[in-house]
């Protein structure tokens, strides 16, 4: 039988809620992989993992390239967070992600997807030394 898993980011796995996100910039953690920055934090809501996704709008002034450049960012983060899920649920532990792209060009998919790729793992290090360091 064929393991099939499905890549999903559903409404609730969006961070929207303006109290969260302010949170998120006063106290988060930041990583940067450039064209990416992550500010990520651990939190307590009901879902293990909330992200959001931002773009520039002073490199960018055409809402259509910041859409564009969201999308993509939505898509590379998609298609990699469930290593991320898993090494969460295995912690028991929550997080709220906030991605923004911080690069000057419209990039194309695979940099925003190696690059997303680099933060998450980034994320997963930090979270897994840490709950090394407490046990």
Same mark, same amino acid.
Request: aromatic share 8%; hydrophobic share 35%.
């Given at each position: 039988?064929?393991?099939?898993?499905?890549?999903?980011?559903?409404?609730? =796995? *969006?961070?929207?809620?303006?109290? =969260?996100?302010?949170?998120?910039? /006063?106290?988060?953690?930041? #990583?940067?992989?450039?064209?990416?920055? +992550?500010?990520?934090?651990? @939190?307590?809501?009901?879902? +293990?993992? $909330?992200?959001?996704?931002?773009?520039?709008?002073?490199?960018?002034?055409? /809402?259509? =390239? *910041?859409?564009?450049?969201?999308?993509?960012?939505?898509?590379?983060?998609?298609? $990699?967070? $469930?290593?991320?899920?898993?090494?969460?649920?295995?912690?028991?532990?929550? #997080? /709220?992600?906030?991605?923004?792209?911080?690069?000057?060009?419209?990039?194309?998919?695979? @940099?925003?997807?190696?690059?997303?790729?680099?933060?998450?793992?980034?994320? #997963?290090?930090?979270? =897994?030394?840490? /709950?090394?360091?407490?046990?």
């Amino acid at each position: 039988m064929k393991n099939t898993t499905r890549y999903c980011l559903g409404k609730k =796995d *969006r961070l929207k809620s303006r109290k =969260d996100i302010n949170a998120l910039f /006063a106290n988060g953690k930041k #990583i940067n992989h450039f064209p990416i920055r +992550a500010i990520w934090m651990h @939190t307590s809501s009901n879902n +293990a993992l $909330q992200a959001g996704f931002s773009v520039s709008s002073k490199y960018f002034k055409r /809402a259509v =390239d *910041r859409n564009r450049i969201k999308r993509l960012m939505r898509e590379g983060y998609r298609l $990699q967070k $469930q290593k991320l899920e898993l090494s969460l649920h295995k912690h028991n532990k929550k #997080i /709220a992600l906030f991605l923004i792209y911080t690069g000057k060009e419209l990039p194309n998919f695979s @940099t925003v997807e190696n690059s997303s790729h680099l933060v998450l793992l980034s994320i #997963i290090n930090q979270i =897994d030394t840490n /709950a090394e360091a407490v046990v």
